[in-house]
């Protein structure tokens, strides 16, 4: 393992390529940030595959190992060449000359690690990674991502929420409606993807790889049936109620304007005066539904890992 890494170069940002021999799928790690100590294995963070560090080598690394050996060994046999002919004396009656002629140099195989979509600290292990997409395993402690990208992305609305807050009024309706938006989108990765990982588990594995999550109510009915879990026990009544109220107003903003339609009241129960008025949200509530939203996922997380 060493002896290969000694060869290597890693790139700007510190990360070693990898590649999985099982799914061929390509991710970088920063040796010596994770989990510490001797012949541990490796995690594939797409597939899940563990095995030995050595049999995670990009087929760029192998190609650029090959080469420089290549090379040493025709440097080597130049060298004892040269020797040998400068050693044999063909005019004292013994000897032998051999004729070395140097070849063309053996070219080096040089390459590039690929740019990813995303890094990750690891939480657990504190392993720098990077890989595709978003999602995915600790290539050291195995621990899938989902959860800290959730809580990443939660821990970015509120810093947005805080601009709104110091911001003119125009501005300031915009970026809660954004952090709204992108609170419904983080869960909505989030759910789906823990959904699509725990799909053979279910009662129903084909629908289990398609749930929307951006209808909380609808993602509630669907994970009784398919897991027998029922996120409204994270929270309080209350607190379900307002978060369903939230949802319908981001449906609103997404689909209709923001302007409040017969739906809207039919499912929140509010006056029908408010029909053809822009939707109200403030800061504080999507700050409530973040707060609501991380332990609907939390729930979610730990209740999926109890099933057998
Ligand atoms: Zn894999
Ligand atoms: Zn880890």
Redesign the pocket.
Known sequence: MNEILGHLKSDEEGFFGRECPQCEGYFKIQFGT?LKGENLPCSCPYCGHKGSQDTFWTKDQLKHINSQVLRHIQNEFSKVFKKTTTRSRPNSGFGITIKYKAGRPQPIHYYREKKLQEEVI?D??T?RYAIYGTFGY?P??G?HNSLQILKTNFTIIEKILMVAESSDQAIKDKLIENGLEDAVSAIDGYGRELSKLFAPKSSNPVKAQNISFQNIEGAQTNLVTLFSIDITQAISTIEWNDLKKLFQKRHLLAHKMGVIDQSYISATGESPGLIGRKVEISSQEVRDAVKYLVSIGQYFYDQLHLIP
Do not use: E, S
Request: hydrophobic letters at 20%; glycine letters at 12%; charged letters at 20%.
């Open positions: 994770g690891c657990k292990c392993l600790c050291d402690c621990v």
